[in-house]
């Protein structure tokens, strides 16, 4: 004989009941516990230095413009607008134009905005969802299937109204690693802004110092020949006297056209990097930029800041997208684990019923519905075991990608301060490889003047002047590039720029995904 509960007995049931039930969803979101592995990122690489054999205290210098010696400053902090330390005003009113108009820039920016609203988008799910639906109509059915409907009439409205709340309770932390994975995915555009950033910075300093370049080579030719031509008239005088000989004014024809001959690809280029310029700052070729740039007035940096090794990985925006790159593939591997347990949804529905709109409100026409479902995957044909061995082979290939971009930032670093030494030794060099061939150009003229040598001594000797003048312009930039290469090496000091947005604060009524806001 079954026994019946009293009234008060199966209150209580029910109470323990739902008490167990709180107390079983609550428990997962109170505890924290997520399945996967809690990402953390990799130590820093345990190095000293970036070269092999110690920095000298300074570079050489040279008694020419761009030929002043460079200390590094180790453990100095890089400013966030890097390209002022070359004071130049034309220079930096460029940057400052690209940033505002440069449409790369623009893309990244719009895909930072991209992820961080995908992440506020994951982040919806820690909440209950909260839907409502109506419906009205007007029904004709037989009268053997109305009755208790409205009172043996087969024609009858009817309406129904009711608001549905479903919760699925973040039990082994699936969402939590979601969310996590949209942030990281969110940094990682944070980062890519910042190696775009950097990219249209360095490669607009470069273009302007290699325009710089061009127009002292197209100077340095111009100036070839005039000496040329001077030397030719000087040839044909001494012919019309009979010291010279028609030959000799041949060859110096044949040297002062293979002069002007390098005059044009000089301006080609030139014209090019104008267009480049013109493209970075986000224009039309035809848009030339009113800014002019030239080696005289550039400022070569004298103290060169330089990171310690151990801030490197911290300061590079590529290392940092890697990091982050990391930090969502480890994520994925929770979301994997946690698609592999068992998974509680939770339902609750209220509405009314009634066959008329005056109806609705009343309380006869109330109705609920409370429900609950576990689902524990059994048997997906190996599929969900596979994609978390997918994730966590995605995390390996993620990692060897970071190992790889911080050996890339230390060797950027490490030719840039190769490249300032040596470079820096062969400018000095150059001058004095200018100062002896100006010297001897000047001794053969005046003994050319006075018959002493032929014509072939005085092409020797301008072929050597041409390759001295133009070896120190190629030395000097290679100076200012070298610099600005170091600084894009760094990082470019974006950790100090004050330019940065916040980001916007998300309002209350974003949470609602209806008419209500």
């Avoid at 940057?95 to 905005?113: E, F, G, T, V």
């Avoid at 030139?270 to 550039?298: C, D, I, N, W, Y």
């Avoid at 008329?356 to 519905?369: H, I, K, V």
Wanted: charged share 15%; aromatic share 6%.
């Amino acid at each position: 004989m079954v026994e019946y509960a009293r009234p008060s007995v199966r209150r209580q049931l029910r109470q323990g009941w739902l008490s167990r039930w709180i107390a079983l969803v609550a428990l997962p979101l109170i505890s924290g516990c997520a399945v996967g592995p809690d990402f953390a990122p990799p130590p820093h690489p345990q190095v000293s230095g970036y070269t092999a054999k110690p920095l000298p205290s300074q570079t050489a210098a040279a008694e020419v413009a761009a030929g002043a010696s460079q200390r590094f400053a180790v453990g100095k902090d890089l400013p966030g607008d890097w390209w002022r330390l070359f004071g130049s005003r034309p220079l930096s009113n460029l940057i400052a134009r690209a940033l505002k108009n440069n449409p790369d820039l623009s893309a990244a920016q719009a895909a930072l905005r991209v992820a961080q609203a995908n992440m506020a988008a994951a982040q919806g799910a820690f909440f209950p969802s909260v839907d409502a639906s109506g419906l009205g109509s007007r029904q004709r059915t037989g009268l053997g299937s109305t009755v208790g409907i409205a009172e043996g009439t087969p024609t009858y409205n009817y309406f129904t109204g009711q608001v549905q709340v479903s919760y699925t309770p973040d039990v082994f932390g699936a969402t939590r690693r979601l969310v996590e994975s949209a942030q990281a995915q969110a940094d990682n555009q944070r980062f890519q802004l910042e190696a775009t950033y950097l990219t249209l910075t360095s490669h607009i300093v470069l273009a302007a110092i290699q325009e710089a370049a061009l127009r002292e080579q197209i100077a340095v030719t111009h100036k070839l020949i005039g000496i040329g031509t001077e030397l030719l008239q000087t040839l044909r005088n001494q012919s019309s006297v009979g010291v010279v000989s028609e030959t000799d004014i041949l060859t110096q024809q044949a040297t002062l056209a293979q002069i002007e001959q390098q005059l044009p690809p000089l301006q080609r280029q030139l014209a090019q990097q104008r267009h480049l310029l013109s493209a970075l700052t986000g224009g039309l070729p035809s848009e030339e930029p009113p800014e002019k740039f030239e080696l005289s007035v550039l400022h070569l940096p004298r103290d060169l800041p330089l990171s310690l090794p151990s801030q490197l990985v911290e300061q590079r925006p590529d290392v940092r997208a890697a990091t982050a790159n990391m930090h969502y593939a480890s994520a994925l591997i929770g979301v994997a684990v946690a698609n592999r347990l068992p998974n509680i949804s939770l339902t609750s529905t209220v509405g009314v019923n009634a066959l008329s709109l005056d109806q609705l409100f009343s309380p006869s026409a109330l109705t609920w519905s409370l429900a609950g479902t576990g689902l524990m995957p059994i048997f997906h044909g190996g599929t969900l075991f596979q994609r978390e061995v997918a994730a966590r082979e995605a995390f390996d290939q993620a990692s060897s990608q970071y190992r790889s971009t911080v050996i890339t930032a230390f060797k950027n670093v490490a030719d840039c301060l190769s490249a300032l030494e040596t470079d820096a030794v062969a400018l000095q060099k150059a001058v004095s490889l200018e100062n002896a061939a100006a010297k001897n150009l000047a001794l053969t003229r005046r003994r050319l003047k006075i018959g002493e040598i032929n014509s072939f001594e005085l092409l020797n000797a301008q072929l050597t002047y041409q390759r001295a003048l133009m070896t120190i312009v190629l030395a000097q930039s290679n100076r200012f590039a070298d610099t600005a290469a170091l600084f894009q090496a760094l990082g470019g000091g974006w950790w100090n720029r004050a330019d940065v947005e916040p980001s916007k604060p998300v309002p209350f009524s974003a949470l609602f995904d209806g008419p209500i806001y």
